[in-house]
């Protein structure tokens, strides 16, 4: 044990490990308890050998001085090889604050039993989603990287991208009835896949699978730094199932029909393995004919009417639509808000204003939710566009089958999840300080908001959405988005058509 001269006596002080402090033998409880601060340990240290390198605190809040203190003597017995006399400081530490994070993550790091493991890191996690030694530490635990990449997942911009010019040998699914071999059908209303010809039928799964399918943001951009290509496809080369024709079909088509055979046929995975599956898709609930008469209604509106004074006949002279599946990333997020309140009817240095209860300025901070972020995953037709169609209602999710496709062909993702959660980001802040803003605005009381997300999960879902081409009398084109389950209209501006 380490040994220091009584300041009251000059006999000997010995260090007492049960009360985390140093008692004189000589004067006993005459003598007031003496600690030894972090400078005389360093410089002890210093004179015993090399110091120890310094080991920064990352806790989120403030730390108790004491419990500062036991880490810093744990990390001395790390450093003179005594395991078992750091991890009692540390468990000493975490009696006094439980919530210290440091604490935690190093008896993480010193035990070898998993679930021991999980549990401290889970509680650095769930008061600190963001902390990054802790969630490479549970992605070890749980086998999305090794080891080995935990390094890569330090390095910025690590990834390299890879332009793929040949198309790529893709897997795929054909559609077809296990009993008859004809083609399937979806009967979205009785939650069915069907087969026209000789009436099979198959349930679809259940809303409660999607359970747990909701990725962790923060663990997947560390996934992502741990991979050494991104791989960036053009196209792919697909071998029918049926008639073995093999084609070239864009990289951002999930399925597609075979030209030869006629059966539909859904992209599973190809030899780069760049495909990620979609997580949910909302079905459709609304037919071709309903959705036309939600287009014509819209081109009957005053505004529609108004333009044609201003030139051009914008009347359609043809149509052509299609049902299609859509990749949106989905994200819910925990959200920091930062509230000021100014309030005009107080006057700094008014007496009375200040004793009638006006403080005149007030912050304070709270958290909040935000659900369902829905952020274009394709970058045609144009993802401003499909914004303006409203909230989906994912309730009516079901999890993600190659089955569900059968009736309405689906996109692949263009844009990463990376890339989209900059997007959800803003669109989360923006809403949540409008919330805040309507709250507390009142006659007399300005507001400022600023709002951080916390924590966000996401999920890849394939929302249902009616594309249509009009044609026009004058000759332009216009693209209309239809909402595949309310049917609101989203109609893009008029454009010649493309110079042959």
Known sequence: MEKLACPHCGGEMVYDSTAALYRCHQCGNRVEKAYESLEQAQARLAENGSPRPNVPITHQGAVEPRVQTLFEMAQDGLWRKNTAEAKRLLKKALEMQPDFSDAHLWLAKLTDDAATKRHHLGEILARDPGHPDALRMMMVLNGRISPDQVAATRRENSLRPELVTEPVEAAAEALLCPVCGGALTVDEAAGTVLCKFCGHQAALESASALEGRADNLSMAMLERRAKPVRWKIGARMLRCGECGAARTIPARKLSARCPFCGSMQVVIDDALETITEPDGLVPFALNEDQVMG???????????????????????????????????????????????????????????????????????????????????????????????????????????????????????????????????????????????????????????????????????????????????????????????????????????????
Do not use: C
């Open 294 to 500: 939600e287009v014509r209604e819209k081109l009957a509106g005053f505004s529609e009417r108004l333009s044609t004074l201003w030139g051009g006949d914008n009347r359609v002279a043809n149509a052509e639509i299609e049902g299609v599946y859509l990749p949106f990333w989905i994200f819910d997020a925990l959200i920091k808000v930062g509230v000021t309140l100014w309030d005009d009817s107080a006057k700094w240095g008014d007496q009375r204003s200040l004793q009638s209860g006006k403080i005149g300025y007030q912050q304070f901070n709270y958290q909040d939710g935000a659900a369902g972020i829905a952020v274009p995953a394709f970058k045609s037709p144009d993802p401003a566009l499909a914004l303006k169609l409203g909230e989906f209602e994912l309730g009516e999710m079901l999890p993600y089958e190659p089955k569900l496709l059968a009736k309405y062909p689906a996109e692949i993702y263009e844009i990463d999840f990376d890339a989209a959660s900059l997007e959800a980001r803003t669109m989360m802040a923006r809403r949540a300080r409008e919330a805040a803003e309507a709250q507390y605005t009142d006659r007399n009381t300005k507001v400022s908001a600023t709002a951080f997300p916390l924590q966000m999960s996401f999920q890849l879902v394939l929302l249902p959405v009616w594309v249509a081409t009009l044609f026009e009398r004058d000759g332009d084109l216009r693209t209309a988005l239809i909402h595949g389950q309310t049917g609101q209209v989203a109609l893009g501006k008029a454009r010649k058509p493309a110079s042959k």
